[in-house]
């Protein structure tokens, strides 16, 4: 199987639609992000419910987990 930093994949899309706005979700996201960056790939959440977007700034996440498309927070 193809590791990313072998195919040249840079950035990995999450769809998150109807996750859990809770800590368990932001940490295993967080470390979702963590294993992508040692492949040199970025993580980016599609469909987070505003809670989940809400969560992962207050949880000083904002700039660790992005979400697609999102200019509001």
């Not at 899309?13 to 859990?20: L, M, N, R, S, Y």
């Not at 040199?40 to 599609?46: A, F, W």
């Amino acid at each position: 199987m193809p590791t990313p930093e072998r195919s040249g994949i840079t950035v990995v899309f999450c769809d998150v639609q109807g996750f859990a706005a809770d800590a368990v979700t932001v940490d295993a996201l967080a470390r979702l992000q963590i294993a992508a960056r040692r492949h040199q790939c970025q993580l980016r959440l599609r469909g987070a419910s505003n809670e989940l977007r809400e969560l992962v700034a207050f949880m000083g996440l904002r700039d660790v987990l992005p979400c697609c498309g999102d200019q509001s927070m």
